[in-house]
């Protein structure tokens, strides 16, 4: 079974610029997560869907960024206009449901680059 | 408060050794507490992981401490190997699906 993707591995982008990360869950996980760590930091968490819904989006650092979840499915993060201190890698992480729901399956990350 | 403290930032051990990661906690809601190994390149896969109604548990040479009084919980790498050397992150969070919060990371590197 195939595991949590994410696309691209890596973006280099200029101030200013859009970028969209996107994310495939698992098949089947309902629960999906974004992370992100910023140079050698923790990781910390930014939002969280069930299905297609936000449960806890209390991570979300302002409003140039914006996540859907469209159909329960595969997950997009924008980020726009980005800044310089956006930079850092950005984790998906997904899980199903009822017992299985505290075991978190992360993808390989998306590494930003805003210069 | 939502803060997870690990040390050391880094460990440098010789084959064979017991390297100890250590981390505190402070939110008593925190139920669940895992520990996430992360290759370069890869994301983190979650290694071993204890609920506070213990106070050890082991899975073949990892094995976590936990002092639910202390509020403090360690991983414990038996026999480690060049092939553990990895970065590791304890997390902590509510049963049921709920946020991780991660510690800050230990790179682990184990010598031949």
């Known amino acids: 079974e195939a595991g949590v993707t994410q696309f691209p591995s890596h973006s280099v982008i200029e101030k200013g610029q859009t970028v969209t990360l996107r994310c495939d869950p698992i098949s089947g996980h309902d629960n999906l997560y974004w992370y992100r760590r910023v140079m050698g930091k923790e990781i910390k968490f930014l939002l969280h869907f069930v299905k297609e819904s936000k449960q806890d989006e209390s991570g979300m650092p302002n409003n140039r960024f914006l996540a859907e979840r469209t159909g329960g499915t595969y997950s997009t993060l924008k980020v726009q206009p980005a800044e310089l201190e956006d930079s850092g890698v950005y984790f998906c992480?997904?899980?199903?449901?009822?017992?299985?729901?505290?075991?978190?399956?992360f993808g390989p990350g998306t590494r930003l680059t805003v210069l | 408060q939502q803060q997870v403290k690990q040390s050391p930032q880094s460990l440098i051990v010789q084959k064979g050794g017991i390297p100890i990661i250590n981390c505190a906690y402070e939110n008593t809601a925190f139920d669940y507490f895992p520990w996430y190994q992360q290759f370069p390149g890869k994301g983190p896969a979650l290694l071993i992981a204890i609920r506070p109604d213990v106070s050890e548990k082991k899975e073949g040479r990892f094995t976590i401490s936990f002092n639910k009084s202390a509020k403090q919980f360690s991983l414990h790498i038996m026999d480690s190997q060049p092939g553990d050397s990895a970065t590791y992150f304890c997390a902590a969070s509510k049963m049921g699906g709920g946020k991780l919060i991660f510690g800050q990371g230990t790179e682990l590197s184990v010598k031949p």
């Open positions: 992480a997904t899980s199903g449901l009822a017992g299985g729901a505290d075991t978190q399956y």
